[in-house]
């Protein structure tokens, strides 16, 4: 048979398209099991608990495997290697990636308990930056729960980590053009596709039109309303939320890439300072009196 074309490529005009949606009342029987008999929701608890169980066994890994590591407190501040690069590296990588795994399990969960108890009936699907930021703000996490961090496992103080990653200027931009940004990183999945953010007007006649482009690749700190976060400013849980939301999750994405082929010192002390600003985060959300809100437990 022939291979049948979409609709467009017959000459045909499209008359439909499709999208995805959340709907509240199947996101109250799947998650919460509302409607369902007695045997549906026990198993339907038990994929909760599964969630919360996971994370937790996520996180326990992530730490023993970068205390393993034996990180040398001194050589973290003072940028000499407290390990051999050449398989080390990986290894961060790979805690900080288990780390975030945990991370998924709790902001994703709490995507779910808060969409089927206060959502509207039918709602866009949460973007990655939108889920992570619920679980960060209140009533999840106060101010005074993040300012309760007070030095990370790495020996630094919050506001020095937090600094340090703000003004992290980008390698891959210096290592091709030898050129760097201030206060920035790389989304290396947008840099390698050349993507461009496109502002378009809409003309007269109806049609839109590009208007200008920027370069879209530069992952900057934004606070709660989009503007760039000063990364000499003091310490603040807004500050702290913007980076684990911005440059943290950035990391995350891009776990494949290290500045040198022979591996950087620079880069295991991005990972090492990512993964201490996101464990006791992690530690926070998993206590017992956040079950309730995160898991519905």
């Known amino acids: 048979m022939g291979e049948i074309l979409p609709t467009e490529q017959r000459g045909a005009p499209v008359r439909s398209r499709t999208h ?32 919360l169980g996971t994370a937790t066994e996520y996180h326990k890994s992530a730490c023993h495997l970068y205390d393993s590591l034996g990180v040398q407190k001194k050589n973290v501040v003072a940028h000499k290697s407290p390990f051999p690069l050449a398989n080390r590296n990986v290894q961060l990588f790979l805690a900080y990636s288990i780390l975030w795994e945990a991370f998924d399990h709790i902001y994703t969960a709490a995507s ?47 506001n020095s980590a937090i600094n340090r990653m703000i003004n992290r200027s980008s390698r891959e931009l210096k290592e091709i053009y030898g050129v760097a940004y201030d206060q920035t990183l790389t989304d290396m999945d947008a840099f390698l596709q050349g993507v461009v953010e496109v502002e378009e007007m809409r003309g007269p006649e109806g049609s839109w039109k590009p208007r200008s482009e920027t370069q879209s690749w530069v992952v900057q700190a934004l606070d709660h309303a989009g503007n760039p976060i000063d990364p000499e400013s003091d310490w603040s849980a807004e500050k702290y939320r913007s980076v684990i939301t911005w440059h943290c999750y950035q990391i995350r994405c891009n776990l494949n890439f290290v500045g040198k082929t022979e591996g950087s010192i620079d880069d295991a002390i991005l990972i090492i300072r990512a993964f201490c600003l996101v464990e006791p985060v992690v530690a926070l959300l998993l206590q017992e009196r956040r079950r309730e809100a995160i898991f519905a437990l």
């Open 112 to 158: 779910y308990t808060h969409f089927a108890r206060h959502g509207a009936e039918r709602d866009d699907l949460e973007d990655e930056r939108a889920k992570i930021e619920r679980v960060l703000t209140p009533p999840i996490l106060t101010d005074d729960d993040l300012s309760s961090i007070k030095v990370l496992k790495n020996g630094e103080t919050v």
């Open 20 to 51: 995805r949606e959340r709907v509240r009342a199947t996101t109250q029987k799947h998650w919460l099991g509302l409607g369902a008999n007695a045997e549906q929701q026990a198993t339907i608890e038990e994929i909760r608990r599964q969630y």
